[in-house]
């Protein structure tokens, strides 16, 4: 929803703010899977780019795990 974008965004300002890399890669993970699953125009090109970008974040710390989730909804959003 346009509603949890803007919370998504929000959170996204503070933690950049904050310097706060892990909180980032999460958040931008999820604003990802957000944009993928909907239909707006634009919306699977951004949604890349914040999971691309939370992939490198989590790489760059040793988040494996985050790292692994991001792999496999990227390979859904770049499969459809």
């Not at 996204?12 to 944009?35: D, N």
């Not at 890349?48 to 988040?63: E, N, V």
């Amino acid at each position: 929803s346009e509603e949890a974008e803007q919370w998504f965004a929000r959170a996204l300002e503070t933690e950049e703010k904050l310097k706060a890399p892990p909180l980032e890669a999460r958040t931008r993970f999820w604003l990802g899977r957000l944009l993928l699953s909907r239909e707006a125009p634009g919306d699977r090109d951004r949604g890349r780019r914040h999971l691309d970008r939370s992939l490198q974040i989590a790489s760059d710390l040793g988040m494996s795990v985050l790292a692994a989730e991001i792999r496999a909804v990227g390979a859904v959003g770049r499969a459809a």
